[in-house]
């Protein structure tokens, strides 16, 4: 019914208004996620309410009929959007140029399709129709939130091995009310599903940040000592210190300092992480558990060590890494003894570049 339709769109933008409250309020998202997730939550609710209008519309006065076919063309032209800000806001848009060219492109299309009849149309008495073009419509607005998807779970590719499965439920709830929407025009709760889901991808977004080393972006050591106690088959723990960084830091300053750690930390993410889990767990100390194709661990280390090596070739105050590892067999009692082994072998690795 109409009553609980406008039911619908009142609870929605009010979820909106809190979600834009919310992001706004934190204190761990960045000013650019802020600003996308808030332009996200006002694309949704523009384009909601012009859907509520363009609904209230319908059949209603024939006077009514220009601001009826402006009410559909504006939510037509909107709706793409939400797409496109929420990947900027979780995910990372690599062409923005060409995305709002073609978002232009797209304004102009819905605009041509109007008043044409070809996407939209509306009767001598104020009735919507769907045109020959309307699939167009479908399409793109489909394609924008692939798009959406597509570039957040990058992203969290990036931070890990393996996906989120809040993260996969989340887009999976999004696609179920599409596909919903789509079988079942009438029903409307396309951009309910798109609030809901925004705001879980906002809470997915802070609990990532929150698992996060504030300077490296590897996982923190909170999500070590977890990860460590959690281990219950076997795995390959790998430790890494980073030599002299004291005097590196003394001589060069703190900034420097955090430079290499970053490089050391990226270098540390491309060698080892389609493997397993990255950390820093303290100053100028890395960790990585391997829980998958632990075998050749020789082959991923000469790898890690090479990849310092022409960094320093490249900048000779670039410093050296030191490496230990062990292999766990899964049994919890021993935890403690694979640790101590890797960091054994660590430090003797670390001594023998101080005697050199």
């Known amino acids: 019914s109409m009553g609980m339709y406008t039911a619908i769109v009142i609870v929605t933008v009010a979820m909106l208004a809190v979600t834009v409250i919310d992001i706004n309020s934190s204190r761990m998202l960045d000013e650019k996620v ?42 037509f032209c909107v709706a793409p959007l939400i797409g496109v800000f929420a990947a900027e806001s979780y995910g990372r848009v690599r062409r923005p140029r060409l995305i709002a060219c073609l978002a232009v492109v797209h304004i102009a299309f819905e605009i041509f399709g109007t008043l044409t009849g070809l996407v939209i149309s509306i009767d001598g008495e104020n009735i919507y129709h769907r045109g020959i073009l309307y699939p167009i419509y479908i399409v793109i607005f489909s394609l924008s939130i692939i798009f959406c998807i597509i570039e957040t779970l990058k992203v969290d590719l990036q931070q890990y091995s393996r996906l989120s499965l809040v993260l996969v439920a989340t887009l999976l709830f999004l696609i179920l009310g599409l596909v919903i929407q789509i079988v079942y025009s009438s029903v ?11 705001y879980f991808l906002l809470n997915h977004r802070r609990k990532v940040m929150f698992q996060r080393d504030g300077l490296t972006q590897l996982l923190n050591r909170r999500c070590y000592e977890t990860d460590i ?29 955090d430079r290499y750690l970053c490089e050391v930390a990226e270098l540390i993410r491309s060698v080892y992480w389609k493997r397993g889990c990255c950390y820093r767990f303290g100053g100028d100390e890395f960790s990585v558990i391997i829980t998958k194709n632990t075998g050749d661990i020789s082959g991923l280390n000469t790898l890690f060590e090479k990849k310092i090596a022409e960094k320093q070739r490249l900048d000779p105050v670039f410093p050296g890494v030191s490496i230990g590892y062990s292999r766990y067999d899964g049994d919890a009692s021993h935890i403690k003894e694979t640790i101590e082994e890797a960091d054994r072998m660590m430090y003797e690795e670390k001594n023998q570049h101080r005697a050199g």
């Open 34 to 75: 802020k600003r996308n997730s808030t332009l996200t939550c006002l694309m949704t609710a523009l384009a909601l309410l012009f859907e509520w209008g363009g609904v209230m519309t319908d059949g209603a006065d024939t006077a009514l009929i220009p601001l009826h076919m402006v009410l559909k063309c504006t939510e």
């Open 229 to 257: 106690q959690k281990l219950s088959a076997q795995a390959l723990i790998l430790l890494f210190d980073v030599n002299n960084f004291k005097n590196l830091n003394d001589t060069y300053g703190h900034s420097t300092g």
């Open 188 to 198: 409307r709760v396309d951009y309910l599903c798109i609030a809901i889901s925004h």
